[in-house]
């Protein structure tokens, strides 16, 4: 049975930065894509950040510059660095592993932005 297991959310002003952690545990085949997610209250969920098992990312516009999404295979984790952050990054975080069956998400981590 995987898990994903996120941690690294919190409270930060305007302009600062987090470090977002997601490790899974069990028996994890390293072909999966990684990426985060993010859900603001009263909007649909959206991708943020993704990784191949090779290292291609993929990043949405709004956070473009700002994240940094890396991997290691070896430990089975991936990080998303969260840089000059905007009130409007405030969410739920969820980690997600996909391309191959089955699909798996992670229980979320808050960030919140706010000065």
């Known amino acids: 049975q995987v898990q994903l297991v996120e941690s690294g959310g919190g409270l930060v002003q305007p302009g600062g930065s987090l470090r977002l952690s997601c490790a899974a545990s069990g028996i994890f085949h390293r072909l999966y894509t990684l990426g985060w997610y993010r859900q603001a209250p009263g909007k649909q969920r959206e991708l943020v950040a993704a990784i191949t098992s090779d290292g291609t990312t993929n990043y949405a516009d709004s956070v473009k510059g700002r994240f940094t999404i890396s991997r290691d295979n070896a430990k089975n984790t991936v990080d998303l660095q969260l840089n000059n952050l905007k009130p409007e990054d405030t969410a739920v975080y969820y980690c997600?592993?996909?391309?191959?069956?089955?699909?798996?998400w992670g229980q979320g981590t808050q960030v919140t932005v706010s000065s």
């Open positions: 997600k592993a996909w391309g191959r069956t089955p699909t798996y």
